[in-house]
Nanobody, 119 residues
Framework: VQLQASGGGLVQAGGSLRLACAAARSILSTFSGSTFDWYHQAPGKERELVARTSTDGTTTYGDSVKGRFTISRNNNKKTVYLQMNSLKPEDTGAYYC???????????WGQGTLVTVSS
């Protein structure tokens, strides 16, 4: 596994979780030059982009998570985080991290971590 996602779990509505996505040794050298995305896939629905951190540090968010989720990266630890606050039941699902490096033609997916938000 080249990207290891962790941090999912069961939380009540209004609670918080922090997801982490760590790069494996095989892709460490590409980390700082890559864009990272977090995707959310609700049960029975398609995967959708919720947050992105680009190589220049800029971040973008899906409308459904703006003001609640924060994506960040630590290039020294080779890890990308997704801080999720004010969680809602509709945030339930699997969360996947994705590395994109256009120069190296890389598109790598993590294995996903499951988040369940109870009402």
């Amino acid at each position: 596994v080249q990207l290891q996602a962790s941090g999912g779990g069961l939380v009540q509505a209004g609670g918080s979780l922090r997801l982490a996505c760590a790069a494996a040794r095989s892709i460490l050298s590409t980390f700082s030059g890559s864009t990272f995305d977090w995707y959310h896939q609700a049960p029975g629905k398609e995967r959708e982009l919720v947050a992105r951190t680009s190589t220049d540090g800029t971040t973008t968010y899906g409308d459904s998570v703006k003001g609640r989720f924060t994506i960040s990266r630590n290039n020294n630890k080779k890890t990308v985080y997704l801080q999720m606050n004010s969680l809602k039941p509709e945030d339930t699902g699997a969360y996947y991290c994705n590395l994109i490096n256009s120069y190296l033609k890389l598109n790598v997916w993590g294995q996903g971590t499951l988040v369940t938000v109870s009402s």
